[in-house]
């Protein structure tokens, strides 16, 4: 059996960045609207459509959160993972520092993975000189825990 399926992964952080309750609130919203639109043709129809149109939109929200984790001597957010050694100085955001980061900071060479209902985030600088990617920039609704758990995973 492969090392990798025997051992249990070592999670130091994790999180979902799943839309804020009003984010939610627009789904059932949706789905009422699409509803009253069809309602005229029909009854049923408005209720196929009102129910495809919440599944989508729930669906959606899911499929767009992405999971941020420190595991395993890794940074991995979504699909995209980076060694831990390969991180140094780790910086929590709040809203306005995020906000500078996405305008006057901006580095378009940057690894960004942000949701706007998610307002703060972590920068990271990544220290690889085979890799053009200067820092990650990282949603996250809890900045200091995440940056925490990067830093302990880097020393």
């Known amino acids: 059996m492969p090392d ?3 051992r249990p992964a070592t999670v130091m952080y994790s999180e979902r960045v799943l839309p804020s309750p009003l984010g939610w609130l627009l789904a059932p919203a949706a789905a009422g609207v699409m509803a009253a639109v069809f309602y005229p043709v029909g009854t049923t129809l408005a209720v196929v459509v009102g129910a ?3 599944v989508a939109a729930v669906g959606f929200g899911l499929r767009t959160s992405p999971l941020v984790q420190v595991a395993d001597g890794e940074l991995r957010v979504a699909d995209a993972h980076i060694p831990l050694e390969l991180l140094t100085a780790p910086r929590a955001l ?3 520092q995020t906000r500078h980061e996405l305008g006057q900071g901006f580095d378009p060479r940057a690894h960004v993975v942000l949701r706007s209902w998610a ?4 920068r990271v600088e990544v220290d690889d000189p085979l890799d053009p990617t200067p820092y990650w920039l990282v949603s996250t609704r809890r900045p200091a825990e995440l940056a925490a758990a990067i830093e302990a995973g880097v020393r």
Not at 119 to 122: K, L, N, R, S
């Open 4 to 6: 990798d399926l025997a």
């Open 52 to 54: 495809a149109t919440l």
């Open 94 to 96: 709040d809203r306005e």
């Open 119 to 122: 307002g703060t985030a972590v």
